[in-house]
C-alpha cells in the first residue's frame, strides 16, 4: 500500500458528462500529481500541485482541470468527456529520495470508461 | 515530448535466472532517474532510482545501471522470481518535477 488513495476505483459514464476523481496524498507530503495511463500512450504527466498550487502542467487537456484543497487532497474534474478520455488515471504524491531527487508514489489509479 | 523507449516490450525469462530490462532516454539533460514496477490493476510502484553523478545504485536483489554516453538504463534483478512478473517503466526528469516515462516492458517469469 503506498498510502496514496484515490476513489472511485471505476467510473462508467457516457459522452458529453463531467466526473470528478479524488485523490489523497501521503500524509505528510505536499505535492501530488495527476497521470493519465492509457494502452497507446503510456502514463502521460497532466498536472502537479504542491501545498496547494499548481506548480507543473504536463499533457492536461482544456477539458481538464484539477485544485488541491487546503487538506491536501485534490481533485481532477474531466468535463466533455469523448470516448478517448477511457484511461486509467492516476494519482501520485512525493518524498524526497536519498539519491537526491523526488520518488512518487501512487495511488492505484481510477478507470475510467466513457460510452 | 520527451523520448523515453524501452528496447523490449515484452521478456521472459526463467524463475531464478537474473532480468535485466533496458531502457533508451533521449534527453542528455536528464538528471534523475527511476524504475518503476506495475503490476496488473494496480498503480506503479517504485523500484529505485539513480541520479547522473552515479553509473550504478543497488537495492535488494536489484541493480541499476546509468550509461550516460549513449544515454542508456538498465535494470537487473537477480534470482528473478514468479512475483517480479510485472510492466517495468523507467523515467526520467531533467529538473522540476516532471517525469517523462516509457511504455513499459512487460516482464514474464516462468517457473
Known amino acids: 500500500d503506498s498510502g496514496v488513495t484515490q476513489t472511485p476505483k471505476h467510473l462508467i459514464t457516457a459522452t458529453g458528462q463531467r466526473v470528478t476523481l479524488r485523490c489523497s496524498p501521503r500524509?505528510?507530503?505536499?505535492?501530488v500529481y495527476w497521470y493519465q495511463q492509457s494502452l497507446d500512450q503510456g502514463l502521460q504527466f497532466l498536472i502537479q500541485?504542491?501545498?496547494?498550487?499548481?506548480?507543473a502542467k504536463g499533457n492536461i487537456l482544456e477539458r481538464f482541470s484539477a485544485q488541491q484543497f487546503p487538506d491536501l487532497h485534490s481533485e481532477l474534474n474531466l468535463s466533455s468527456l469523448e470516448l478517448g478520455d477511457s484511461a486509467l488515471y492516476f494519482c501520485?504524491?512525493?518524498?524526497?529520495?536519498?539519491?537526491?531527487?523526488?520518488?512518487?508514489?501512487f495511488g492505484a489509479g481510477t478507470r475510467l470508461s466513457v460510452l | 515530448g520527451e523520448s523515453v523507449g524501452l528496447h523490449l516490450p515484452t521478456l521472459s525469462v526463467q524463475e531464478g535466472d537474473n532480468s535485466i530490462i533496458n531502457c533508451a532516454y533521449s534527453?542528455?539533460?536528464?538528471?534523475?532517474f527511476i524504475w518503476y514496477k506495475q503490476e496488473s490493476g494496480k498503480g506503479p510502484q517504485f523500484i529505485i532510482d539513480?541520479?547522473?553523478?552515479?553509473d550504478k545504485r543497488q537495492g535488494q536483489r536489484v541493480t541499476v545501471l546509468l550509461n550516460k554516453t549513449v544515454k542508456h538504463l538498465s535494470l537487473q534483478i537477480a534470482a528473478t522470481q514468479p512475483g517480479d512478473s510485472a510492466v517495468y517503466f523507467c523515467?526520467?526528469?531533467?529538473?522540476?518535477?516532471?517525469?517523462?516515462f516509457g511504455t513499459g516492458t512487460s516482464l514474464t517469469v516462468i517457473p
Open positions: 501520485a504524491s512525493s518524498a524526497h529520495s536519498l539519491a537526491g531527487g523526488d520518488i512518487q508514489y
Open positions: 500524509s505528510g507530503d505536499l505535492s
Open positions: 500541485y504542491y501545498n496547494g498550487e499548481e506548480r
Open positions: 534527453n542528455s539533460a536528464s538528471d534523475y
Open positions: 539513480i541520479r547522473s553523478n552515479m
Open positions: 523515467a526520467e526528469n531533467k529538473g522540476g518535477n516532471q517525469f517523462y
